[in-house]
Each structure stands twice: as C-alpha cells, then as structure tokens.
C-alpha cells in the first residue's frame, strides 16, 4: 500500500522555489539539506498529519550528477510551482512491480542520519508528464517530518489533473486510498489546497 508522504516545489532556483512555497502558504521554511546524488538542495516545512513539503533546486555549488536529476529537474524552466507529490511504502520493489513501466529504479540515498530508497526513472521524468507520484521507502527508522517544528499548516486536498486522469487513477486505486486526492480528468495541473493559521490557501 501507498500513502502520502510529501510534496515537492520546484524552482529554477531554490530562492524561487522557497519563496513561491512562503508567499502561497504565509509561511517560513526551515532549512533543509543537499542531495549529492542528485545535486539538488531544499528547504522544509513541517505540515499536519506527518507530511511535509520541500522546495526544491539543483544546487550550483554540487557537481554535476552522473545521471538525470528527479522530479525532472534538468528541465524545468519558468516560475517556480508545485511540481511532484511523493508517496511512502513499506516495500519499493513490491510496489514498483505492481505498476506499469516508466515509475522508475530505486536509488538509495542517504542525507546525514536519514536513509531512503527513491524510485527514479533514468530519464528523471515520470509518467503522465510527470504527475505520477514518485515512491520513496525510508529505511533509517527516521523521517523529515519528525523534525521539523510544526507550521499549523494541513492539506485539505491534492488535486491531479490530466488528460489520462482515469488512467492513472486506476492504476494507483489498488494501493492507494486517501480521501485528500483527487485525480481526474483534465489539462495537466497539480495544486493543493491547506488550513493555515491564516485560512484557506492554494499552492500551484
């Protein structure tokens, strides 16, 4: 089985990412970390329910990795945006195998005293134009969301739009079941809806 882990904010840079994240949310990010496989860096920011969001970036100052970087970031370009949802499981190869080709390889990573298991496909680009969720199993006994102090942020709802939403729907139907997404029909967006201290917000 599948469940929400957290979501992803990608910018051309992480000043963008971060500040795209802070202004829809009336928010401030805790600092987050590098990713040396990926040469990527982000910042946190701890939500309800034991999920968080990252904004995201390649990292100038890393070098270039030896292969795609995830969430399709060497291609990303324009305004900063919410861009990848990313869900946990138990058992990765298990779950890779009981969906079509295109989720990816696990990849195991470790950031400090977090470690993780990632499926990312070679090209960095996931399925249906890269709004299928990545997975991610962690292994450390550890989470991100157990360290952040908490921002009275919760997602009310993650919505995924697609022209193949009916697809993806009924591939993800058997392992995931969560009343918060919404996955339909349409042209391809990704947005989210929270409760903040400050009422309604969306992020896009």
Known sequence: MLSLDHLAVAGEDLAAARAHAETALDVILQPGGRHDVFGTHNRLLGLADGLYLEAIA?????????????????RFSGPARLTNWICRCDDLDAALARLPDGFGRPVDLQRGDLRWRMSVPEE???????????????????????RLAPSNCRLLQLSIRHPEGAALRSFLAPLLTDARIDIAAGAATLSARFATPRGERTLA
């Open 58 to 74: 390649a990292d100038p100052d890393a070098p270039a990795p030896d292969r795609a970087r995830w969430f399709d970031l060497d």
């Open 124 to 146: 960095g680009r996931l399925p249906f134009d890269n709004l299928a969720p990545a997975l991610i199993q962690w292994t450390g006994g550890g989470h991100p969301a157990q």
